[in-house]
């Protein structure tokens, strides 16, 4: 199981001065977004797709005899579609008070597991206690249902770019591109440490990873759109092992950014043996209370409820 908890980066490289203001510029104005994304998280909560393709083991079933006996066993790819209700919440147990992503399953591959009410409730049950143990019992949950290489926490990586998290990091210009219709500034970055990186569960022993990636601003009015990361490491049986994501972020009817999707792809020597496609709803802002009440927000005058009737005199 492999779980993210992002803190980042400011330190450049010899650039030339008009670079170097463009960046600094950029930099900040994803700071302030950053910062904005910090503080209005924990109050939202929204649905979040995941389907998730992994190439599993041959069967053990083995033909003894005849032509299929020869046959080399064949990998198989499983699709598992699980549903959960989303929201992030920071660790009780840590001093930065770091936000980390929570989920409580609906439905997998169709079949409901809980209803949404009884989601929610679970879920901000969970974010009142959150630290690493309430965090990994969440993974293992999502274990139970067959899924691999787990990948949380890439939806929160525009954290990264806070003011405080620009402390361990190295940024350059790489050009421009697009996202969509927009025409983006991209900038590579890179950890400098591991304190902030990836953070992977095996069993017990828990190991951090630097990461390194790409920021995608828009030019226009320097937001933030997309994030990519990878890391890279070596285990024990000596095979290169690869964890890339890419985070597309919209602007919500809040004011504020969210994820609108995650794509994570888990290698194995170069072949990808799992890919993790995550979704969401437009996020809702919520209370922490036992009904976990929403609070929708909405420039459409239809949607407002009708006035009280008027009392007769």
């Known amino acids: 199981m492999r779980l993210l908890a992002l803190a980042c980066l400011a330190s450049f490289p010899t650039i030339p001065a008009d670079a170097q203001n463009s960046q600094d510029a950029i930099l900040a104005r994803v700071a302030e977004e950053a910062e904005e994304f910090q503080q209005n998280m924990p109050k939202a909560l929204t649905q979040e797709s995941l389907e998730q393709r992994s190439v599993m ?167 933030p759109l997309r994030v990519d990361a990878w890391a890279e490491s070596v285990d024990a049986a000596r095979h290169k092992i690869r964890d890339e994501g890419t985070v597309d972020y919209v602007r919500s009817s809040h004011g504020f950014l969210t994820p609108a999707s995650v794509v994570h792809r888990h290698f194995v020597d170069g072949k990808v043996m799992t890919e993790n496609l995550y979704h969401y709803e437009p996020f809702k802002l919520f209370t922490s209370d036992a009904e976990i009440k929403f609070t929708e927000l909405s420039d459409d005058p239809a949607a407002a409820p009708p006035p009280p009737p008027a009392k007769k005199r």
């Open 57 to 223: 083991p041959p069967s053990r079933f083995k033909p003894r005899v005849g032509t299929a006996a020869a046959e080399a066993p064949k990998i198989r790819l499983r699709v598992r579609e699980i549903v959960s209700e989303y929201s992030v919440a920071g660790l009780q147990d840590s001093e930065s008070r770091d936000l980390v992503e929570f989920r409580q399953v609906i439905s997998v591959d169709g079949r409901r597991i809980q209803t949404p009410e009884g989601a929610r409730r679970a879920l901000s049950l969970g974010m009142q206690s959150a630290d690493d143990r309430m965090r990994k019992h969440m993974l293992e949950e999502f274990a139970k249902f067959g899924l691999v290489d787990i990948a949380t926490d890439y939806g929160l990586i525009l954290l990264a770019f806070s003011k405080r998290g620009m402390e361990n990091m190295e940024c350059r210009p790489m050009g421009e591109s697009r996202v969509g219709a927009d025409s983006v500034s991209v900038l590579a970055w890179k950890q400098t440490t591991a304190a902030g990186g990836e953070l992977e569960f095996h069993g017990r022993q828990a190991t951090h990873r630097a990461l390194a990636g790409r920021l995608w601003v828009r030019q226009s009015d320097g937001l």
